[in-house]
């Protein structure tokens, strides 16, 4: 069974930074995708940041804020989240996708006071 381990959630002030983890049980390098989604309270899941063969992909919302990378040797994805905004305020969820497979986390909150 695959698993997602996210951390690095928390709380931050408006301007702050925070970096999550999202450590793999799975060879990570395989996927057709790997990503890091949100969800606020009341909104859809969105899509915030992904890695495909191809490209980087970032909303509009986060671009030049947020930067995604992840440690192939050791199946690791990250978010690096910088000047963060009360709008960022939600539930993050990594995601690897392979074929018709997805695999999500468990979700880390993260809190951004003005």
């Known amino acids: 069974q695959v698993r997602l381990v996210e951390s690095g959630g928390g709380l931050v002030q408006a301007g702050g930074s925070l970096s999550l983890s999202c450590a793999a049980s799975i060879n990570i390098a395989t996927m057709d995708v790997t990503g890091w989604y949100r969800q606020s309270p009341g909104k859809q899941r969105e899509s915030i940041a992904v890695?495909?063969?191809?490209?980087?992909n970032y909303a509009a919302a986060v671009k030049g804020r947020f930067t995604i990378s992840r440690d192939n040797a050791n199946n690791t994805l990250y978010l690096q989240m910088n000047s963060l905004k009360p709008e960022d305020t939600a539930v993050y969820y990594c995601?690897?996708?392979?074929?018709?497979?997805?695999?999500w986390g468990q979700g880390t909150q993260v809190t951004v006071s003005s």
């Open positions: 890695i495909t063969s191809s490209a980087t």
């Open positions: 995601v690897l996708k392979k074929l018709w497979h997805e695999y």
